[in-house]
């Protein structure tokens, strides 16, 4: 997600309580009663790249690891 987007859900997450919130000052979004770390832009290419880093020092499958990252990110 792009800042911009990202610091007006921040600012207006009133309006976006039911599919957003705020946990430990970071922005979570609410997906089948699920909570999802939102991740900013420049945020995006470093978790990939330490799930890459896993995957080859634990021979884990590719589509397990995105799997996670799906779980776990928005």
């Not at 792009?2 to 921040?10: F, S």
């Amino acid at each position: 997600m792009d800042e911009e987007t990202y610091q007006t859900l921040i600012r207006d997450i009133e309006k976006y309580h039911d599919k957003y919130k705020l946990k430990k000052g970071k922005l979570v979004k609410i997906k089948s009663n699920k909570e999802l770390k939102v991740l900013k832009r420049n945020k995006i290419e470093s978790i990939l790249s330490l799930a890459y880093e896993y995957l080859l020092s634990k021979h884990f499958r590719l589509e397990a690891i995105l799997t996670k990252l799906k779980e776990r990110y928005y």
